[in-house]
């Protein structure tokens, strides 16, 4: 894998890219994955990605959008997604929405009702289960590349939460467990760290992650300093996203200098 201009190795081997601010991580990040996506076009003729919530990922979707006017060329899938309506502010899927500008359409992990009716109690969303197993048809058919019979994504782009989540994959879940199924449901997290307590949601499991040829990580804040330090410095550490399996030279960590300040580098 070609590394990003400015990228660093930790001693366990992490590609970490420092940025001195959210809006240079942003663009950082986005020039990394353009240069990615132009690759997985010219080998696969169109390149996969899965594509996280989270305000320094909409910061990255937008400058990529400038960078992407040929939009056909890529498949824009989701890594997760609270369960509420399409258009609900707490949505992913708004979020991407907006940040793309439509262009190329979203394939959402919540079907956007709006044209029948508004979700309420009266009109409920699909049972957890039936839209788990939807879209986990839709990555069925948009990645048809196999890695141990496991659809592959060119590029996941993945945030991580005070608590060690990543995707919605959370400390004590079941979902970590999980190695048949490619998309779950999962309880919303039990902790403030987690965010949103209160919601359930869908998510990519492990051996969706684990297959895509490449992770990147976007982190701010010095709030994720200790977590960061945590998983990067490589001495067993148990959280969710040290679950997936090491991936020397197919990950690429984000951070700006506040979330990178417990590293040694």
């Known amino acids: 894998m070609t590394l990003p201009p400015g990228a660093r190795l930790t001693a366990a081997g992490e ?13 950082r990040a986005a020039a990394f994955l353009d240069d990615r996506i132009a690759t997985a076009v010219t080998r696969d003729g169109q390149a996969v990605l899965a594509l996280s919530g989270g305000i320094t990922p909409e910061m990255t979707y937008r400058c990529l959008a400038g960078y992407r006017p040929d939009a056909a060329s890529l498949a824009l ?20 929405r907006r940040a793309w500008g439509g262009r190329p359409p979203l ?54 939460g005070m608590d060690g989540h990543t995707a919605s994959l959370f400390p004590g879940s079941p979902a970590l467990a999980e190695r048949c ?37 976007l982190v701010q804040g010095e709030a994720k ?23 020397t030279r197919r990950a690429v960590w984000f951070l700006d200098t506040a979330a990178a300040a417990g590293l040694s580098l």
């Open 181 to 217: 199924r490619w998309v779950v449901p999962v309880d919303g997290p039990t902790t403030p760290a987690g965010g949103s307590p209160e919601v359930a949601r869908l998510t990519l499991t492990l051996p969706v992650l684990d297959a895509a040829r490449c992770l990147v990580f």
């Open 107 to 160: 394939l959402p992990m919540i079907p956007d009702v709006r044209g029948d009716a508004h979700t309420s109690s009266e009109n409920p969303l699909p049972p957890a289960g039936r839209l788990a197993a939807a879209y986990a048809h839709t990555l069925d058919r948009v990645a048809p590349a196999r890695s141990l019979g496991v659809p592959v994504v060119h590029l996941c782009i993945l945030g991580l």
């Open 15 to 27: 590609t970490v890219v420092v940025a001195g601010s959210t809006v240079a991580l942003a663009r």
């Open 77 to 96: 899938l989701q890594v997760d997604e609270r369960l509420v309506a399409a258009g609900d502010p707490r949505s992913n899927g708004a979020m991407i």
């Open 225 to 247: 300093a200790g977590v960061v330090r945590q998983v990067l410095q490589g001495n067993g550490c148990r959280l969710p996203v040290a679950r997936l399996a090491r991936r």
